[in-house]
């Protein structure tokens, strides 16, 4: 009975041994260390040596299956997307640790081995479907985890078309006042390079003539992936060109933007009302005024203007000269209140 244990406990030793030293063909799910740390403590805590032999192979087939899926879906995937099959994979064996496998150890695990599949195949397909390529136009060049060696690289995604150049967009303002180019995709924050966004400008009514390299003067260069030009004039008008690239000059994504700037509308000018002419001496009328009864009326309220002046400045002097008596006279009734009282 002892020589059973020793033996057994051998084999136990080589059997884990073997798992920790054999390289297995590891697919996305199985390149994070916690799904291949379950794996591993499941399959020895089966109760003898054959059971362990037996889940080892099963584990082993399911690899298998788990590479050709991910083969099949571009052998690639990104941390997010391996953080959600983990996670989604990882409480479905819970539960299964959780079951009682009496009698139905090795069917319950090709079971749960199968369900991981299934977990990396839906992701897998949702990534490849919507986020290994994102972008329709331009040039993508990405960071990604090699589903076989489970080691990050570099992906390339061109854009749909085969050109960087993702379309020209008008832009129209006023005379005066601003503008906005932005030219950000959601997918510039994959790039895996850090490229700056160059912006360039060719002077001139945009979309009257063919324009090329030698037309256009650069404006900034600068991580921010829009510009605001404020205080439009009418000469800055024209067309104006943002690319993505990085300092090696490989253009990532292009965008045009034609700007047309409208001059302000003219102000409406007041016409100058001219008087009419005084009629004649011998065209006199009691409802028409002459212009010897227009001066006499200016000199009238010119002299009464005067006698007003004149009056209000004799009332003025009259009121400081009685207010100056009245001062004296009290300097006086002191004074001589001073003496009596001596």
């Given at each position: 009975?002892d020589?059973?244990r ?16 054999v390289?297995?063909?590891k ?6 260390s916690?799904?291949?740390?379950i794996?591993?403590?499941f ?9 362990q ?34 996670t ?11 079951t ?11 079971q ?12 897998l397909d ?26 990050y ?20 303002a006023?005379?005066?006042?601003q ?45 921010d ?13 024209g067309?104006?060109?943002?690319s ?5 000059g490989t253009?990532y ?10 001059p302000l ?11 009419p ?14 212009e ?11 002299a ?10 004799l ?10 008596a ?8 002191v ?8």
């Amino acid at each position: 009975m002892d020589l059973y244990r020793r033996s057994g406990g051998k084999m136990l030793l080589i059997l884990a041994s073997l798992l920790c030293g054999v390289p297995v063909a590891k697919s996305c799910l199985q390149c994070d260390s916690t799904i291949r740390r379950i794996h591993e403590d499941f399959i020895l805590s089966a109760p003898t040596v054959q059971d362990q032999i037996e889940l080892q192979n099963i584990c082993d087939y399911a690899y298998v299956t788990y590479k050709e899926t991910s083969q099949v879906r571009q052998g690639v995937t990104d941390p997010t997307t391996l953080y959600r099959a983990k996670t989604e994979y990882q409480s479905e064996f819970d539960r299964f640790l959780e079951t009682d496998h009496s009698g139905s150890l090795t069917f319950d695990t090709i079971q749960i081995m199968e369900k991981g599949r299934k977990i990396l195949e839906k992701h897998l397909d949702a990534f490849i479907s919507d986020g290994l390529c994102p972008n329709t136009c331009g040039l993508l060049h990405r960071r990604v985890m090699d589903c076989i060696s489970c080691q990050y690289k570099m992906y390339i995604c061109p854009s749909l078309s085969g050109q960087q150049d993702c379309g020209v967009f008008p832009v129209e303002a006023e005379e005066g006042g601003q503008a906005v180019l932005n030219c950000f995709l959601p997918w510039h924050r994959l790039l895996l390079a850090k490229p700056e966004y160059y912006f360039s400008w060719a002077p001139g009514e945009p979309g009257t003539k063919k324009l090329d390299e030698n037309d256009f003067a650069t404006l900034v260069v600068t991580h921010d992936s829009f510009v605001v030009l404020n205080q439009l004039h009418l000469d800055e008008q024209g067309t104006y060109r943002c690319s993505l690239q990085d300092e090696k000059g490989t253009i990532y994504y292009r965008v045009t933007f034609l700007l047309s700037v409208a001059p302000l509308l003219s102000q409406t000018h007041r016409a100058v009302v001219t008087l009419p002419s005084l009629p004649h001496k011998d065209s006199y009328s009691p409802f028409q005024p002459t212009e010897d009864l227009l001066v006499a009326v200016i000199a009238m309220v010119t002299a009464l203007t005067l006698a007003a002046s004149v009056g209000l400045t004799l009332v003025l002097g009259m009121m400081m000269n009685r207010q100056q008596a009245v001062k004296e006279l009290r300097r006086r009734r002191v004074e001589k209140y001073a003496q009596n009282t001596v």
